[in-house]
């Protein structure tokens, strides 16, 4: 009997919230872990830790996702050598504002990184996966891409921007047996919601609760390990029924 073949998921994003959740239930899944993040480093060796815990390989890479050299320099070789299995873009920012005040800086840094670090990533990656005839994209988007949000033009305008492209991508690469879904979350209990006021938006959400990041990494993990797939280019919401 031969072994089965060392899975590997490429969590962008992994040390904090929905990513941290997402690396560790994909590494109970079975999935060795390449976990990326931009500079918290004692997080991501927490997860590391987490993950090892499970008898699991974890290598951790920090980088700007912003930055297509920094991305390059860090994935481009090692995909070349071992395609990842699954990808999941989650990392994100916000940088809230209202419209009427929001600078070009506001608005360019979170397009950069949220929407341009999609295609950095996924540019980058997508060669490998598409000679391994194989694979799961999962690309996190936000309820805020879905129906707007007041404050959020620049992050709902990524957010929206990811569906647009996590679609057109589906429609390019499905033959090849490659899988790709966008995941968008309501409102989850992670750093990028510590200051909201809860109560509040408690009462727009219909199982009148926010959620945690490891009830948005359950849907992640169900589109990257599920062996038979036949959900592609569908947007998926964890919200609580926020937007139904
Ligand atoms: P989080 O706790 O703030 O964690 C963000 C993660 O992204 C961290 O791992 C962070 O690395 C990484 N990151 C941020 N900017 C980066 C950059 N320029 N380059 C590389 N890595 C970067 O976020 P979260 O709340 O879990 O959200 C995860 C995803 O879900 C985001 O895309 C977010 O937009 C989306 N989302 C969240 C919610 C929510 O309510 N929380 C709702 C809808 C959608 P460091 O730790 O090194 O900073």
């Known amino acids: 009997m031969t072994a089965p073949k060392r899975r590997i998921a490429l969590v962008v994003g992994g040390s904090r919230g929905i990513g941290q959740a997402t690396a560790i239930r994909l590494a109970d899944s079975g999935f060795d872990i390449w976990l990326t993040y931009r500079s918290r480093h004692e997080a991501a060796n927490e997860v590391k830790r987490e993950i090892e815990k499970r008898g699991r390989v974890c290598e951790c890479m920090a980088f700007d996702i912003a930055d297509r050299a920094a991305v390059e320099a860090a994935l481009r070789e090692r995909v070349e050598k071992t395609p990842p299995y699954a990808v999941v873009f989650n990392a994100g920012v916000t940088k809230d504002n209202l419209f009427v005040w929001m ?7 979170v397009i950069r990184v949220d929407l341009g670090g999609f295609f950095n990533i996924i540019n980058t990656v997508l060669f490998s996966m598409l000679a391994q005839k194989q694979g799961r994209i999962v690309a996190v988007s936000s309820v805020s891409g879905q129906i707007g949000q007041a404050g959020q033009a620049n992050y709902a305008a990524a957010k929206a921007g990811i569906i647009g492209a996590a679609k057109s991508l589906a429609r390019e690469v499905g033959k090849r047996d490659i899988s790709v879904n966008v995941v968008a979350p ?10 909201l006021p809860k109560d509040e938006i408690n009462a727009l959400i219909p199982m009148g609760r ?9 849907v992640i993990n169900f589109l990257c390990s599920e062996n038979h797939m036949y959900i592609h280019g569908q947007v998926i919401g964890v919200n609580g029924g926020l937007s139904m």
Request: proline share 4%; aromatic share 4%; net charge negative.
């Open 186 to 195: 309501g409102v989850i209990e992670t750093d990028m919601t510590a200051d």
């Open 103 to 109: 600078t070009q800086e506001e608005w360019n840094d």
């Open 210 to 218: 926010l959620g945690t990041p490891e009830e948005a990494a359950a």
